[in-house]
């Protein structure tokens, strides 16, 4: 009957962890969802003159490269990282609610 605790106890760890990694994978499928559609629009007709536009465009490309080096990967508890985070999230739950 001792053991019972025991095996109580790592169940209830394992449910923790299991959560975890289902909220962890769901971060991640959102982040993904946003990428494909946003890859997807990109390479859209009416968006892909635009989009040739802005690449050859030095001032916008030096100013998005600044926006940029103001994030940084390694850094997730920084706050405009975190708040990136969120909104990319976010956008990639309702991206996924609205093609389901």
């Known amino acids: 009957m ?3 605790p025991v095996i109580l106890a ?3 760890l394992t449910a923790g962890d299991a959560n975890a990694q289902y909220s962890s994978s769901k971060e991640a499928q959102y982040l993904a ?3 494909a559609v946003a ?3 990109i390479d859209d007709e009416e968006h892909l003159r635009k989009m040739e536009k802005l690449r ?3 001032k916008f490309n030096r ?3 600044e926006m940029i080096q103001q994030l940084d990967n390694s850094r997730r508890k920084d ?3 975190r708040k990136v985070l969120q ?3 976010n956008a990639g739950k309702q991206l996924q609610e609205l093609l389901d």
Do not use: F
């Open 2 to 4: 001792k053991i019972l």
């Open 10 to 12: 790592a169940l209830i």
């Open 33 to 35: 969802v946003v990428k």
């Open 39 to 41: 890859d997807y629009k």
């Open 56 to 58: 050859e465009n030095e």
């Open 63 to 65: 100013e998005l490269y």
């Open 79 to 81: 706050s405009k990282n």
């Open 87 to 89: 909104i990319l999230e």
